[in-house]
């Protein structure tokens, strides 16, 4: 996949649960934005957002494309009657809603990419972040859920419906009796070690969370047991952790992802003979380049994408 | 991924740690075959392959190209000096072996293609099998290992180094413990379900296995705990299950899958929602349509492919 379209002028929303931000544009150093409460009335939403892309229109020039990464779980299969389609989320007001065709409707002329928001935070990574010129990366994203995206082989991970990688079953830390709060599987990695995860085992949110506190230790355990499930099962050359919790509140971000990296080598037993899992394994689990603005970044990519 | 150079006329081996099944034809139909046993010097083994080979084409016409889908870990990576190599196997006198050159030096006017033995398979179950038209797929052998191999976005999985899906950790069952008989991570994947690990298990193999014996409730539960993770970190379109174990032994391999299929939507519990994990999951976790016969049949698409 080449990065195709750069420097057109696109529109991009980052789809979230708690807020829209959309932004115009021609690549990260080049952004108009704004933010929308996401709500409960997606109606009143994509007016205002719509709205918005027509008066930056006015002011920037045509826009070329517009792109949505979107929270989900979304339709993304183009043969079916729901594409583009915010599915069976929990979130009132927001079941069976037609993001896609909302924008496309307003903008009937111009290709609307839609992808999930951690596929598009994982191109955009791949057009100016930490996954240049890597064709099998993983983008995992930690805060008030877990979810993950990525390439293999150079395209975006799609197939049945789109990864969850944040529901996988993890082995338990002997002694954690913690139940998790994922109201599907309890204790999935989503629910051991979201934000609210680790605000219901400690007491504390992330960032007031003492460094010394064993909340940090179970976290870090946890998603580094999650992170060997990954490279066992697609073997990505780089795995990418945006989200808040990754910060690391008071551990601060750098001792977080020593302590990730240190926990993965262990899991992992020197099994798959790699530098990238020994040596080099500092280059090997980072931040997003593009730090917080991955997702609005990566809605810019997939927009010019299909403006390609 | 199209299905390049079907029915050129190929060789394909299929080297597996205990023994190398070596064919040449053009489909699953029209194979002249033989085997010969792996044992502990390559060089002995590597001359009798190309030397019957080498035989084979004065019978039948000139190849056109070799597949090798190879018991591993393999060196994939084709920038690399050890490109094509078996590395770091405990298999006596495997260890750092130059499989590729080995039937390059004989065959140096005809590519050679080598990859896993399980995404040679997973080649030929979409040639030929249960992954005609599915780009996004995943093919699992159970045997005396557990390994997976398969396609994203119509591309086999390499990345850093190849999958090892077998290695993945898995939740317990509650009051097992069973150690596990993986040298490096004791009850993992491979530890807990692979062929000797249901023998140390239950002191019966496979074959041997009355039906109610609850080893094969445990078996069938952390297949498909594992068939889970890969669903939510792939999203593969179809799952096949190969190698002995899923025959079933005396449980037959009908109450097997059907066991596995029951347990992974007990385990996704609803979260994912597409008809191919409910009501038609009989079609998504699946026995190679190839049998045994996918790991050669996979070998042949290998040469196939690099022939065209």
């Not at 909340?215 to 989200?243: D, F, H, K, N």
């Not at 926990?263 to 917080?292: C, F, M, N, R, T």
Request: net charge negative; aromatic share 8%.
């Amino acid at each position: 996949m080449e990065r195709k379209g750069m420097n057109a002028l696109v529109g991009a929303i980052e789809a979230g649960g708690t807020k829209f931000v959309c932004a115009v544009g021609t690549s990260p150093q080049d952004l108009t934005r704004t933010q929308f409460a996401t709500g409960d009335n997606p109606d009143t939403l994509f007016s205002a957002v719509t709205n918005w892309f027509v008066e930056q229109q006015r002011l920037r020039g045509m826009l070329q494309a517009i792109g949505i990464g979107s929270f989900g779980p979304v339709d993304l299969d183009k043969g079916s009657p729901t594409y583009g389609y915010i599915t069976s989320t929990p979130k009132a007001g927001w079941s069976n809603t037609n993001i896609h065709g909302a924008v496309k409707r307003v903008f009937p002329h111009i290709p609307v990419a839609i992808d999930t928001d951690v596929n598009g935070a994982a191109l955009g990574e791949y057009y100016w972040g930490n996954a240049v010129g890597l064709h099998d990366f993983v983008y995992i994203t930690i805060g008030t859920g877990i979810g993950a995206g990525g390439m293999a082989g150079g395209q975006l991970l799609h197939g049945l419906v789109h990864p969850e990688m944040g529901h996988i079953l993890l082995p338990r830390i002997p002694g954690d009796t913690f139940a998790g709060v994922c109201p599907f599987h309890g204790g999935c990695w989503e629910g051991l070690c979201s934000g609210p995860a680790l605000l219901a085992r400690s007491g504390m949110s992330a960032e007031l969370l003492p460094a010394e506190h064993e909340a940090w230790e179970m976290e870090t355990q946890y998603i580094a047991s999650a992170i060997a499930t990954i490279v066992c099962v697609l073997s990505p050359r780089r795995v990418i952790i945006g989200g808040s919790v990754r910060k690391g509140g008071q551990l601060g971000s750098d001792r977080f992802f020593q302590m990730i990296r240190e926990k993965v080598q262990l899991v992992l037993h020197e099994y798959i003979v790699s530098p990238a899992l020994h040596e080099e394994i500092g280059g090997y689990i980072v931040p997003p380049l593009l730090g917080d603005d991955a997702g609005v970044c990566g809605a810019i990519a997939l927009a010019q994408q299909a403006a390609a």
